[in-house]
């Protein structure tokens, strides 16, 4: 079974910056919250020791979490893939709404990427589904629910 995670560059960046703080500096912190809190006594109603538990269990549990995307990412560097004018995974796209001649540009990453203020969204979004695999000029329908909207492609950038 394929269980590959398509990422863009700057998101398994993120992530990695992400992992090497929390193993550096949050980690080491933690730790050391916890042996001060021993030091206050009776553990069973030390409010401190219980915090910082509960908090390094959080950290644990996301350094696994970020272990585990990190080992089954697949990273594609859309700038060393030729352009073609095809939308294809992080590629950003320039569309405009062909009701109200409205543009917008999104970036097409993973899910662990995506963040709708800074226009990336997911590869598994309903308009990243009606965008992949069109190319520049292309009309497509996107459901959405206000209903059907329509979008030109505009603009396929490999940047």
Do not use: W
Request: proline content about 3%; some cysteine.
């Amino acid at each position: 079974m394929n269980n590959r995670v398509p990422m863009t560059v700057g998101g398994e960046k993120a992530l990695r910056q992400e992992l090497e703080q929390l193993k550096t500096i949050e980690r080491p912190r933690v730790i050391a919250d916890i042996a001060d809190a021993r030091e206050h006594g009776d553990l069973k109603e030390n409010a401190e020791y219980h915090a910082a538990r509960e908090q390094q269990g959080f950290i644990e549990g996301r350094i696994q979490e970020l272990e585990g995307k990190l080992s089954n990412c697949q990273v594609i560097d859309v700038t060393a893939i030729p352009h073609s004018g095809k939308v294809i995974f992080g590629t950003t796209v320039s569309i405009i709404n062909i009701d109200n001649d409205k543009e917008q540009r999104y970036q097409i990453v993973g899910d662990d990427e995506a963040d709708i203020k800074n226009r990336k969204i997911s590869v598994n979004s309903p308009i990243a589904r009606a965008l992949i695999g069109k190319e520049e000029g292309d009309i497509v329908a996107v459901t959405t629910p206000n209903g059907l909207i329509e979008y030109e492609i505009d603009e396929v950038l490999h940047i």
